[in-house]
């Protein structure tokens, strides 16, 4: 049973952070890249952030550089992103992503999704 499991999403004010988890179960996890994706309702779905599998490169969308951070724990089998200074528009659905590379999109796994709003 592969499970990809989202936690600390919420609502938070605008300037607030907050920091999300993903807790991997029923593959390798260390051997595949993880990534966040988020979507708004109405907007196309957007690559936030993505890390290597030993977590020795990292790579942002240009809208949260500076921002975001994410980071996995091998050990653990969790990968996060902190998420600092928070703004109305990063707003979405956040969804951790696995694979492998060279990238299959059929051989993906996806979380649940957990909701982050912005608001004051």
């Known amino acids: 049973q592969v499970q990809l499991v989202e936690s600390g999403g919420g609502l938070v004010q605008p300037g607030g952070s907050l920091r999300l988890s993903c807790a991997a179960s029923?593959?390798?996890?260390?051997?595949?890249?993880m990534r966040w994706y988020r979507q708004a309702p109405g907007k196309e779905r957007e690559s936030v952030a993505t890390i290597t599998s030993t977590g020795g490169i990292t790579a942002y969308a240009d809208s949260v550089k500076g921002r975001f951070t994410i980071s996995r724990d091998n050990a653990k089998n969790t990968v996060y992103l902190q998420m600092n200074s928070l703004r109305p528009d990063d707003t979405a659905i956040y969804y951790c992503?696995?694979?492998?590379?060279?990238?299959?999109?059929?051989?993906?796994?996806w979380g649940q999704g957990t909701q982050v709003t912005v608001s004051s």
């Open positions: 029923g593959f390798t996890f260390s051997m595949y890249y």
């Open positions: 992503n696995a694979f492998k590379y060279p990238r299959k999109y059929e051989n993906d796994y």
